[in-house]
């Protein structure tokens, strides 16, 4: 049974480590008067808890350098910095999301670099310079399927040793999957959470095959 961690305050939740705020935490409502996230960064997604809940029993070496793709809030950016001590870069489209991170990170004590960037513009040495490359709920239009082929390819070229990335199970993941998978060795498996509520859906790891 998972360890009962009682919050400190309304409009937090506690998950896997870390302390993620709420829609009408004061923190959130001051932050969304001066700041308006788009590209669907107004909120933590579920596939980051199942994101999460896999590097739990697949953890990271502790001091891994980490890319979040599509950070938003920084939930999985925040996780592994705190869980691993991970050296975490989190990367996202919208550059309205990084209060909301900043916040996210200072609540739990760890520091995280951001980086305002398309992923068809991620050049091989940004991607290259980290060992991990993690991202969840970033494959939702069919626009996203062949960049994010592309950024796979770039980054394995660069020595990047593995990328995971979580999803509810839409099929434009799929689709990215199986595109990876003639090109790169993966494992794909259904995957659940169990905080703060259970979640299903599905986790990718791909695999640097050089590695």
């Known amino acids: 049974m998972p360890r009962l961690q009682r919050v400190p305050e309304p409009h937090v939740q506690y998950a896997y480590g870390v302390y993620l705020l709420g829609h009408k935490h004061p923190l959130i409502k001051a932050l969304k008067s001066r700041h308006q996230p788009s590209v669907h960064g107004h909120r933590s997604w579920d596939a980051a808890y199942l994101l999460m809940d896999y ?4 953890p990271l070496s502790s001091g891994a350098s980490v890319m979040e793709l599509g950070c938003g809030w920084g939930a999985v950016s925040t996780f592994c910095a705190k869980k691993f001590a991970a050296s975490v870069t ?3 489209l919208d550059a309205q999301v990084f209060p909301y991170l900043d916040v996210l990170a200072e609540i739990n004590d760890v520091q995280i670099d951001t980086q305002c ?19 969840s709920d ?11 082929v ?12 593995k990328i995971i990335i979580a ?3 839409r099929p434009t993941f799929y689709e990215f999957c199986d595109q990876v998978a003639q090109h790169y060795p993966l494992q794909l498996q259904e995957w659940y959470s169990v ?6 859906g599905e986790v990718v790891e791909i695999r640097n095959s050089k590695k």
Do not use: Y
């Not at 592309?150 to 040793?161: C, E, P």
């Open 55 to 58: 590097l739990v029993h697949n």
């Open 90 to 92: 989190g990367v996202d």
């Open 117 to 135: 960037a398309d992923f068809k513009k991620l050049k091989a040495s940004d991607l290259g310079a980290h060992q991990v490359i993690v991202g």
């Open 138 to 148: 970033i494959c939702f239009w069919d626009s996203l399927v062949g960049p994010l």
């Open 150 to 161: 592309k950024l796979v390819s770039r980054a394995m070229k660069a020595n990047t040793q």
């Open 167 to 169: 999803d509810p199970g």
């Open 195 to 200: 905080e703060p509520d259970k979640f299903t």
